[in-house]
């Protein structure tokens, strides 16, 4: 009687002389076989690929008896004292392998394994032929299916099990990570490991190539130093206990914001302090930079303590050059948080500066903002403005495509001042409460996001659009903006995708509608004449990502809004050329002839509907006030 995993070979029909491994016993007696690529000299090759399936009966089968290991090869193995170079000229077919009997693998010895593996100058292929034996050949002989649990992973193992499931888990994840990034389409056939393949034993340094070399070392030095701190606690109360760096890391990552830490034991947030002083104390980034932003911000694990943040904050920076630490330095300087509530204008320019060269937007807006008064820093109204207007209009951008997180509403608002200051040629008073409506509705739209708007902010608009509605002489109420030309319509063809213009008369009335929309993919295809089906395949996200919203604001009507449509009412409106086909039409175009005031649509460069009116008329629904 066969057994699972054993090795045959075919004794008669088309496979006559072909190798196959025992995977199977069936109901009826028949075995299920893998074939294996791995022929008798004797035999004919055979053009069936390896790996198929088979069902076959005892008798025509001969078994291969296998390469048994002592118990002592065995535990070599495990080791990696031995490796399958060793007794591979014995063994028939490859890896026809068996054990006397079964060796418990424990954490120890892949500990011993990684240590011998690394004597090796080129360490990852000798690290995947060990572990490919491991996991394909001697899983059942080294009892590991009984002794490893992958939901076990515990950073403070209570017995050999929980520290040996943790420690396989780690060296599983690293073989698997090995195979991902050393094999490529190109040549998986090479490097992606299957049962019927026979792996290339002869260690070529051209196969290292450097490829996750330090994550490789950083993972065995992992795995060696929670077995240390295993072996050094075990039988101690846990108040006694020696952690590595690896369990300490792992726990203080698990908290990763104060929202974490609400629902961390009083017993916990005191090892979580505990873990972030030792890794600091040794030098870790990460223990820096939580208690930097932890004494800048304060919270449940640190009160706020402005020295120690600029402390903590300037030895992250010097070591990382962490453009979001030069940011924090300069608010903390600008506004004198270490000096007496005195500013520091010359260090904080420096460090927002810093911030600058990596895009941080509030060092944009606040170098900007010292440029253009003289703060820290040589007077240079040119350049502040242009810093400043640089970042408005790339903050638009991303608002427009719905990014409510970002900085628009600070951009928004140092634009209404510098307009309020006088200090942008051309712009005044009006232009002032533009930018405060901008502010205020992109505070609104921010409030949902998960990064709220700071309430000193909310003030600051409150207060500029408080100071200015009285200047301003418009009237708050007013709901309808009249003008001689359609307001916003040629932002609404800056894209490079065509409109959606519909011209409909107004029922009861001689005006006219005139409705502009945003590109929408729908309306495309259906241009096309593609049936809906293939719109349903459209990428929605690149949809939103492609054609944005467009932030109106009239400070006539007290009012801000992102909308894809644009309405016009009309007044005398007179329809020179209308469309080939009723309703609505695309355009990818717009010209307002000088000579007769019309407004012509375009399409691929041809005129396909004509209008000339007096007046166009916007209206705006307000929200009633409680």
């Not at 005195?342 to 420096?350: R, S």
Request: with cysteine.
């Amino acid at each position: 009687m066969l057994n699972f995993n054993d090795w045959v070979r075919i004794k008669y029909g088309e496979y006559e002389g072909k190798c196959a491994k025992v995977v199977s016993r069936k109901k009826s007696g028949e075995y299920g076989l893998i074939l294996s690529g791995f022929e008798s000299p004797l035999s004919e090759a055979s053009e069936r690929q390896p790996g198929a399936m088979l069902n076959m009966s005892e008798e025509a089968l001969e078994l291969l008896p296998p390469y048994v290991l002592s118990q002592k090869q065995l535990r070599q193995v495990a080791r990696g004292e031995l490796s399958y170079s060793d007794f591979a000229e014995q063994v028939y077919p490859p890896f026809n392998l068996k054990a006397e009997r079964r060796y418990t693998m424990k954490s120890d010895d892949i500990k011993e394994a990684l240590a011998n593996i690394n004597k090796n100058e080129v360490p990852l292929p000798v690290f995947k032929q060990w572990f490919w034996l491991i996991i394909n050949v001697f899983y059942d002989s080294l009892n590991i299916k009984d002794h490893y649990d992958e939901n076990v992973f515990s950073d403070f193992p209570k017995d050999e099990n929980e520290i040996f499931s943790t420690v396989y888990g780690l060296t599983e994840k690293l073989y698997w990570r090995l195979e991902e990034r050393l094999g490529t389409k190109e040549d998986s056939e090479q490097y992606m490991i299957r049962f019927q393949d026979e792996p290339n034993w002869v260690i070529d340094p051209k196969d290292n190539d450097g490829i996750e070399s330090s994550a490789y070392f950083a993972v065995c030095s992992d795995i060696i130093s929670r077995i240390t701190a295993y072996q050094l606690d075990a039988g101690k109360p846990q108040g006694q206990w020696v952690y590595s760096n690896s369990q300490m890391k792992h726990v203080i990552g698990a908290y990763e914001s104060d929202k974490d830490l609400e629902g961390a034991t009083p017993e916990a947030l005191a090892l979580y302090r505990e873990f972030v002083r030792r890794l600091y104390r040794e030098g870790d980034i990460q223990a820096i930079r939580i208690l930097a932003w932890g004494y800048l911000e304060g919270g449940i694990a640190y009160r706020q303590n402005w020295e120690l943040a600029r402390m903590y904050m300037q030895e992250l920076y010097d070591k990382t050059g962490d453009a979001f630490a030069a940011n924090a330095l300069g608010y903390i300087y600008y506004h004198g948080h270490t000096n007496n509530g005195i500013p520091q204008y010359d260090k904080a320019f420096q460090f927002f500066s810093y911030g600058v060269l990596d895009g941080i937007d509030e060092s944009i807006y606040m170098a900007a903002d010292m440029l253009i008064h003289g703060q820290g820093t040589v007077k240079n109204l040119d350049m502040g403005l242009n810093l400043l207007v640089d970042g408005y209009r790339n903050a638009l951008y991303d608002f427009c495509r719905e990014y409510y997180d970002c900085h628009f509403a600070e951009y928004a608002l140092h634009m209404g001042d510098c307009c309020m200051e006088g200090i942008i040629y051309g712009m005044g008073t009006k232009d002032a409460y533009r930018f405060y409506l901008e502010a205020q509705y992109a505070a609104e739209k921010r409030e949902k996001t998960d990064r709220p708007v700071e309430a000193h902010l909310v003030d600051k608009i409150e207060r500029s659009l408080e100071f200015i509605r009285d200047r301003v002489g418009l009237d708050p109420a007013q709901t309808e903006l009249k003008a001689d030309f359609p307001i916003y319509i040629s932002q609404m063809y800056e894209d490079r995708y065509p409109v959606k213009v519909t011209l409909t008369k107004k029922k009861n009335s001689e005006a006219y509608i005139l409705k502009i929309k945003k590109f929408d993919l729908k309306d495309f295809f259906n241009n096309l004449k593609i049936p809906l089906t293939e719109t349903e395949k459209a990428n929605e996200e690149m949809k939103t990502d492609i054609v944005p919203k467009l932030l109106v604001t009239y400070p006539e009507l007290s009012y801000s809004c992102l909308v894809s449509e644009m309405e016009y009412t009309l007044e005398n409106c007179t329809v020179l050329k209308r469309p080939e086909k009723p309703g609505p039409f695309l355009s990818d175009g717009f010209r307002r002839d000088e000579h007769t005031n019309a407004l012509e649509f375009y399409a691929r460069g041809e005129v396909i509907a004509a209008l000339e009116a007096d007046w166009y008329t916007v209206g705006v629904k307000k929200k009633r006030k409680k």
